[in-house]
Each structure stands twice: as structure tokens, then as C-alpha cells.
């Protein structure tokens, strides 16, 4: 018996715009996947590195010898009071501290270096220093940026800060205590936040104030939200850890 001939089945014609339409779904899939990595799952793992790091830093201070402080004792409580160091502006990218607030969990710890660009210091860092600000414990401003979404999102929870948080910056000679007064919403072009005394463009400075930055609301570059702090002490490394660090939050 003789088999049939199969019959040709015709072929399909390749159009141009098919071709081009199969492109631009590959690459709407291929940003799809971007962008599901860069929100959510990048920022898992940038965001486990950073605190790494920040501990990693932490634990080399830990082994360095401390230098006795000088204390200054209260004549009515007894207390004893140390006076803050001066520290040293950092450069571009230079690492100087590590930010730790327990309002945002035992395990934040992310490191600070100086200047607030993202090619430098935010996206590869975290947490940076405005140029010219003033230092940890000094008297006027000292003023910090930080991504609220992307590249480990140090700012992420900045909105949930209560009055009397502790933000807490830990540097080689201890730590700067700060307490969360309140929150902000600016232009990006309102830059008096970073004013001694911010948004006091003639006030002279008299107390130590921390201010931190980040875009608002997440995912675009509209606003601004700004969260303002007091100096509260400073602990030496010597010391050992200040209680600001473990309060129950």
C-alpha cells in the first residue's frame, strides 16, 4: 500500500511589524524583570549587605583601644557627662559611621560616609554627609541623605520615626545619641533645611541638630520629606554601648 503524501502545511509570512512587536514584548519583559529586581529583590540583598557592613565596621571599632575619656560630673545628680570630639569632614565616599535606629530594628546598621552623591556614596554606600554640614556632636547641623526605595533603602521607613526615637551614630570614638522631633515635607529646591539652625537662615546656632533627606513619596522625585533631631550625649567607646541602642521599641 502507498502511502499519502503529507500535505505542506503553508509557510508563515514574517512581517516587520511582527518581528518588531516580538522585540518589544522581549523587552518589555526583560524591564519588567529590572524593575522587580531593583525594588524588591535587590533591595533585600543591598539592604543585608549594608547592615553587614555597618556591622562589620562596628565590630573592627570594638577591637581598637579606646583612649580614657574626660567626664564632666553634674555637682546636683552626680551624673557624669562627656563632651563630644570634633571629627574630621569626611571626603567623597569615605566611611565615618554607622546609623543605628531601634525603631527600625536590632539588625539596621547602616554605614554613613561622606557627600551625598549616588554614583559615590548613596547608591554604593548608603547613608551620606552633606558637604559643609557640621559633624556628629557639633553645635548647628548635621545633615544626612538617603534613598527611601533602591540600593538598600536606609531611609525606607523614615516616615514611622516617633518623638523621642533614638537615632543613634556609632563612629570610631563612640556613640552620638540624637531623639526624632518631627517631620517635614519640602520642595527639593527648599536646601534651608540644611542651615545651621534649618530653616533659620538668620538665627545663630546654639544647639546640635541632625536632619535626614529623602525623597517623597516613594518612587518619585516630587518632594522631599525631612526629619529633624536634638542632640541628647555622647558615649565613649570606652564607656561601652549606650542604653539608646537596646531601648524596647
Avoid at 5 to 19: A, K
Avoid at 40 to 54: H, K, L, P, V
Avoid at 129 to 158: C, Q, S, W
Avoid at 196 to 220: G, H, W
Wanted: net charge negative; aromatic share 10%.
Amino acid at each position: 500500500m502507498t502511502a499519502l503524501p503529507v500535505p505542506r502545511r503553508p509557510r508563515r509570512r514574517v512581517s516587520v511589524t511582527g518581528v518588531i512587536g516580538e522585540i518589544l514584548i522581549t523587552v518589555g519583559a526583560v524591564m519588567l524583570l529590572y524593575v522587580v529586581w531593583q525594588l524588591w529583590i535587590g533591595d533585600i540583598i543591598y539592604g543585608a549587605e549594608r547592615n553587614e557592613q555597618g556591622s562589620q565596621m562596628s565590630q573592627e571599632w570594638a577591637q581598637s583601644e579606646p583612649e580614657p575619656p574626660v567626664a564632666t560630673t553634674d555637682p546636683d545628680t552626680g551624673q557624669q557627662t562627656f563632651a563630644p570630639p570634633v571629627l574630621e569632614e569626611p571626603a567623597d565616599g569615605e566611611r565615618f559611621g554607622v546609623m543605628r535606629v531601634p525603631r527600625w530594628g536590632e539588625d539596621y546598621a547602616m554605614p554613613m560616609a561622606g557627600g551625598v552623591t549616588r554614583p559615590v556614596t548613596l547608591d554604593p554606600i548608603g547613608i551620606g554627609h552633606y558637604p559643609g554640614t557640621e559633624m556628629p556632636g557639633e553645635v548647628g547641623n548635621f545633615a544626612l541623605a538617603g534613598h527611601r526605595t533602591t540600593f538598600g533603602k536606609p531611609f525606607a521607613d523614615i516616615a514611622t520615626l516617633r518623638i523621642g526615637d533614638a537615632i543613634v551614630i556609632e563612629t570610631e570614638e563612640g556613640w552620638f545619641t540624637y531623639r526624632f522631633r518631627t517631620l517635614e515635607y519640602v520642595q527639593p529646591n527648599e536646601v534651608d533645611v540644611l542651615l545651621d539652625v534649618p530653616q533659620q537662615p538668620d538665627v545663630p546656632a546654639n544647639a546640635r541638630y541632625i536632619t535626614l533627606t529623602a525623597c517623597s513619596p516613594k518612587f518619585s522625585l516630587a518632594e522631599r520629606i525631612v526629619a529633624y533631631g536634638v542632640f541628647e550625649s555622647f558615649q565613649p567607646r570606652a564607656e561601652g554601648e549606650p542604653a539608646s541602642l537596646t531601648e524596647g521599641v
